[in-house]
């Protein structure tokens, strides 16, 4: 499958800025803003269109929905379990306009997403990989 079609996922899974760590321990790692030339890059490694989906687990401020509205036009939504966080990334998507194509979620992603996560957590892996390879012969970063 190419990497535009597993784009949702990829964006999803690896462009959220969340750590995953073992099963035992079904934790986040605590918020920390990707810089913004980085989350540029990522989206466009990911070569996001209108017509595309983009979902952010553990969206923080919104800055990646918000991006990849604004400057691609995709619709998009972030989920996190910080009530400060999500209102931070409403009123910023009021603010750039975007509002009314982005959706942020009050919602814990281990829980409500868990399910989705495990399903697509093998192709997804695969598909990191390759990106990370990618970044990491890209000089650009």
Do not use: N, W
């Not at 790692?29 to 989206?43: C, D, G, K, N």
């Not at 509205?69 to 998009?76: I, S």
Request: aromatic content about 4%.
């Amino acid at each position: 499958m190419s990497m535009r079609k597993l784009a949702p996922v990829i964006l999803g899974i690896a462009l959220s800025s969340i750590a995953i760590f073992s099963a035992a321990q079904q934790s986040l790692a605590p918020y920390v803003p990707s810089p913004r030339r980085v989350i540029e890059r990522m989206l466009e490694l990911a070569q996001v269109r209108s017509k595309d989906v983009v979902y952010d687990l553990g969206c923080g401020d919104g800055r990646i929905v918000i991006t990849a509205t604004k400057k691609y036009g995709a619709h998009a939504g972030g989920v996190d379990i910080d009530p400060e966080q999500i209102k931070e990334s409403q009123a910023d998507a009021k603010a750039a306009g975007v509002e009314k194509l982005v959706t942020f979620k009050l919602e814990d992603a281990m829980k409500g997403e868990r399910e989705k996560l495990e399903q697509s957590r093998s192709s997804a892996r695969k598909q990191l990989d390759t990106l990370i390879q990618k970044l990491s012969l890209d000089k650009k970063l």
